[in-house]
Structures are given as structure tokens and as C-alpha cells.
């Protein structure tokens, strides 16, 4: 009776998982386009990263001056992103906001694509990928709790790891036709939201951990890492709610909007106010330890490669901030969509190159070397961001059903499996 | 404000297509398929390439402190034979252990140092360095005097030495007691070992250059490809931990070179200096000329103020 029971579940997780790669494969054309366009992108970075493996980092404009550039900049700002996409979650569940609680698979679906785009862009960092089972236990040696870098590890997949449980057992429920059971998502939910703010948290303490790195090594830079995740994730939420309810026939209520709309002119002013902090702590009194932020806003000895860069994200987030601040902003869609894209773009300059670059810059012994990302670089950079928008448009596209349905919770039984094509038939008990 | 608008775009899905149509359809997603399987395959051709140099013994080998005598033994002769193969020298790598009662000290009097930089180029030489980028574990600043400001001090400077309005200061690893760049590593491939040398396992190193970034003496150099020596320049008498041939890909740093040291000899920075301004010794023998200098010269430790507790003193004489 029990092994019947385990047959039963195995082979309808198998018949869920087919289901989701046809719903993942068929489309119209737009979606052909999109997806072959994200996959030819994400082939030429895997290319460029293979030839960095095999004649080494010297392809890259990195140097042992400047020994992270552009791969850990976007690593940083992916974690954020991971973390932002908890702010539909905290709504819904902390606040029961019920309008948020359809959708925060959005979130969470962009949590995890955000986490593997993350984890790939410290593998390609690497020297050495294929001896990544140094880190596993028992067979290497894993520097645990020294090292900031297994924090780490262990926090960037356990966020993975629980927003797939989330994601993947509500979907296999819809496709069962069952009502999900709330013990079996809900304490994993509230664990994410905590989860969420470790993430970004250990990746800040990463580099503020570092005393011979002065512009990292404060104590205001995990603040910054949040306060800047919750303006990158909900701005990215916002435009692809629209893209949603746009291409995907998604309906999307004002009020969902309205949240993120709510939170991203707090966190946006909230991120003004500590970086205005930080210049006025750094400048006004001086000294040898301040080089690095006067290398990146006015330049050091001639060089300046970051300076506009930074004040271009600077002028980004005054301006986003001003539109944010605009009243019935939510109601405008392609006002707030660019107000959107300039707040997102601000925070990857801000937090992505205009944070790690300078920390090298100048160097340790005050060597100025300055850094430039070399095509290789811009090319796998390339590759990983279409490898993640892959990931999430597909997830998107197995999620599609149910956020279609405008309160999944009560209509589940009936409306679900009226046209659903599992046609299940000995599920309800299973549980 | 709900739209109820019907699903447009992508959302189309094809469940009502005709039968002909499906077979169209699931035709050109096969070509598709097989055309992306053609494309992947043709993208990681470079990391076939690349597997084909590395063996399954040096893929699966133990971290240094793992590896019994016998294993290192095997490791150690594999290594030189490999050098062998691909250079044609004859090599000889050993496994210099840290000796009981001995923890390293060095010392630099900065009244006497030139600034001729021939530490720099005997590490160069010693150490078996990367030629193409000139690497060397140790910086020379040209420092302006009565001052001790890093921010006024000069790497690539280009006339003649010693000016006589600056001072000079070769800065390699501290060996400090308290390291920045052993705490951070991931996978411990790097750890002080009880003689106070900071050292590397080459070949357990992952590359993700943390400990580069938490070093605050910029000592720590990473291997952006694989060092190349003249056949004819390789210095044949290396230590595992210290100065063979390095891999593509790992860091490496100072040793002191271990592979002298601790075999009784000086680093050969030391044996390069023509001013006689570097002092090297046992800081646990007090009748060494280290514990000498560190109890009558005023000493320094460079950035004091990070707390690594370096065990690379400064003096200047008067």
C-alpha cells in the first residue's frame, strides 16, 4: 500500500516535471525569439568563459592590483536582487496583505534565478572551477565558520534551496489539483524572509570584514546592501509585473503596485541619506584612508575611470527618486517603468563596479592601477544575465497558470482542474 | 484595477493547434534542439582542450596536510617529472618542514637601504617567477623622508639611487601572527605554519583571490596564466610549499624561502642586498642577531593599526 503510495507520487512528479517542460517549451513566436536570443547570448559567454579557463584570468583586465572587477561587482548585486525579490513576500505573509499573496511566486521565481546568477558569477571568478569540491565536507576542506566565503556558500544555497522548495511545491500542488498545505510552505515562506536578510548581510560582511580595505571596512555597508536590494528588487518586480500582466495576460491589481511602489520611495530616500553619509564622513576629515571614495567620485592623481560612472548613478537615483516621489505614480505605467529602470541601473553602477573597483584603487601599498573589463569579461557578463533571464522566463512560463487565476486559493479545486490536462485522479489523500 | 483582458503573447499557448501543426511545430523544435546541442558543444571546445593537459591523480589529489609521506612522495615525484617533460630540466622538489624551536623573524634597517631593487630581482630569480610580468613577491617604495605615508611613496621610480631627499622601503610578506588572508580562505589552502611562514598549497587552492583582496601589504600575487620560464632560467631546487613551477590559476607568496631556510640558509633577498640592510634569524634564540636588533634598534611594524601583528620589523639606525 505504501510502496503503491510512492509509485503513485513518483510517477506524477515525473508527469509534473514533463508537463512543466512543455509548458517551458511552447510559445509563440515572440517567445521563440526571445528564448533562442537568450540562449545564443548565453552560449557566446560560455564560450568566452571556457577560453578563460583554459588560458587563465589573464584574458580578463584584472590585475593583482585590482584582483575583483566586473564578475564580483555583478555577483554582489545579484545577491541584492535575490534578497529584493523577499519584498513581495513580506507584505503578504508579515502584513497579510491577501492581494499580495498571489503573487508572490514572482518574487520568489526571481529570488532563485537572481541566486544562480549570482553562484555563477562567483564560479567564473575562480581560478581553479573544477576543484569546487575542495569546499564539500568530509572530502575537502571547508573553512567553516573562519571564513566569510562559506557563510556564504551556505546562505546563497540555502536561499536557493528554500525558494525552490516554495516555488516547486506550490506549482506541484496546482498540477495535482490539491489545495497546497499550509505547514508544508508557510514555516519555509517566514524562514526565506530571515533568510533573505542574511544573504545580503554575510555578502556585505564579506568585504566589510577586511581591515586593510578601508572604503569597505564600515559598518554601514550591510545597511547599504539592503536598503539598495530593496530598491533594485522591487523595482525589477514592478516592470516585470507589467510585462506580465502586458504579455502573459497576468491580471495585476493597482494594490500589488502600490506596495512596491511604497517601499522603493522609502528605500530610495533611505539610500540618499546613507550615501550622503558616508561622502560627508569620508571627506570632510580626510586622510590616507579616504583615497579610494576620492578616486571614485573626483578622481586620483589623473585617473578616473569610475568618476562618471558614479555620478551617472548618482544623477540615476535623484531622478528615480523625484519620479517615485511623483503622486499616482503606480497608476502610470511607463512613467514608473522608467522611473523603475534608472533606480535599477543606479544600483548596479553603486553597488556593483562603484563598490568593489576602488576599494583596489589605490592598491594596499597605494599603487594606482586602474582597471578596465576586457570583452571576455563584458561577454560572460552578458551570458550570465541571459542565462538567468532564461531561467526566470521559463519558470515564469511553468508559474503562468497559476498566477493567472486572480485567488488561486479558493478556486484551486475546481477551476484548476476543470481544464487541467493531469486529470489526477487518486491525489487527495496522499497527504 | 483587475485585467481580465484574455491571455495575448507567449501565454497563447498552442493547445488548440491542429495535428498537422504540432508535427510542424515539434519538427523545428527538434532541429532547434539539435542545432543548440551542435552550438554548446562547440562553445566548451576550449575546456576539452584544457582537460586534456590535467591528470585524474592531480584532479583528485589530497590537500598537503592530508597526503601521507609516501603520497607526497609520489605527488613530489610526479611533479618532477612532469617538469622534465614539458621543459626538459631536472628538477628537484623537496618537503621542508618547519623545525622545532624556530619561529622566522626579518628585519630591515631603512637607514641603509639604496633602493637598488636587487631583493626584488634575486626573489625573481630565486622563486622561479612568471618572466613576461617581471613578478617578484617584494616592492621597493621610494619614500619621501619624514614621512611614513604610503600615499607619498613611489614604485616605479627610474633614476638614479639612492636620491638623497627620499628613503627607501622593500615591502614582501609580513608572516604576520594574525592573517587576514588565512582567515578568509574558503578551502584552507593557506595556513601559518609553526615556524610563523604563511604558505600555500598550490595545489589546493580554488583561485578566488579573497585572500589577495584581505592582505593589507599587497604581498599575495595570483597566477593570471601559467608562469613561464626559459627552460635554461628554472632554478631546479624547489619546495613544495615555496618555490616550484606554479600552476595557472592558484595565489602564491613569500615564503622566506622555506625551501632555504629552513634548511639553514638565508632568503636570498637577503643574500642579494649589497648594504647588508636586511637581518633575518630565530626569534626563540636569543642570542640571534633578529633578537638583537628588535632590543636595541627602535623597531616598526607597518600598518600596526590593522592588527595582523607582522613578524617584519623596520628600523632606521639613528
Redesign the interface.
Known sequence: MNNARVAEQFTSYCRFLWKAVC?A????W???A?M?LL??LS??G??AW??Q??????VTG????V??GLYIANFTFMVGLAAGGVMMVIPAYLYHDHEMHDLTIVGELLAVAAIVMSICF?VV????????W??FPIV????WP?????WD?LVLNGYLGLNLHICGYLLYKRFRCERPNSKWYVPFVYLSIFWAISIHTVTAF?YS?????PLWNTALLAPRFLVTAFIAGPAFIIVLLFIL??????????RPVQVLVNIVRVTLLINLLMVASELFTELYAGG?HT?SSHYLFFGLHGANALVPWIWSAVAMGIIATVMFLRPGVAGRPVWLTLACVLAFAGIWIEKGMGLIVP??I??????IVEYFPSLVEWQIMAGIWAWGLLILTVML?IA?PIL?Q?HPEENFPTRVCATSPAGNTGGHSHL | MINNTPPAGPASAPEAEPAGGMTRRTAIKALGATLGAAAFAQAIAPLTEWAENMSLDEYLQKHYRELSPFDLGVVMARMEQITKEETGVDVHIGDYRPQPGVKFGYALNLSVCVGCRRCAKACHIENNHDRPSGNSYIRVLEMEKGSLDLAKGRVNYDKPVPHPDKFYMPVQCQQCDKPPCVSVCPVEATWKESDGIVVVDYNWCIGCRYCEAACPYHARRFNWTKPQVPAAEINPDQGYLSNRLRPQGVMEKCTFCLHRSRQGKLPACLEACPTGARVFGNLLDPESEIRWVLKNKRVFVLKEEVGTQPSFFYFFDE
Open positions: 509548458d517549451t511552447d510559445g509563440s515572440w517567445f521563440y526571445w533562442i540562449t545564443a552560449l557566446t560560455l564560450h571556457a577560453v579557463v583554459r588560458d587563465g584570468l589573464i584584472m590585475s593583482d592590483h584582483s575583483w562567483v571568478d575562480m581560478g581553479r572551477p573544477e576543484r569546487f575542495h569546499m575537502g576542506r571547508f573553512n573562519v571564513s566569510m566565503l562559506t556558500v564579506l570584514g577586511l581591515g586593510g580595505r500582466r502586458r504579455f502573459g495576460g497576468v491580471p495585476i491589481a493597482a590616507a583615497a576599494a583596489f589605490p592598491s594596499t601599498l597605494h599603487e512560463k503562468l493567472r486572480p
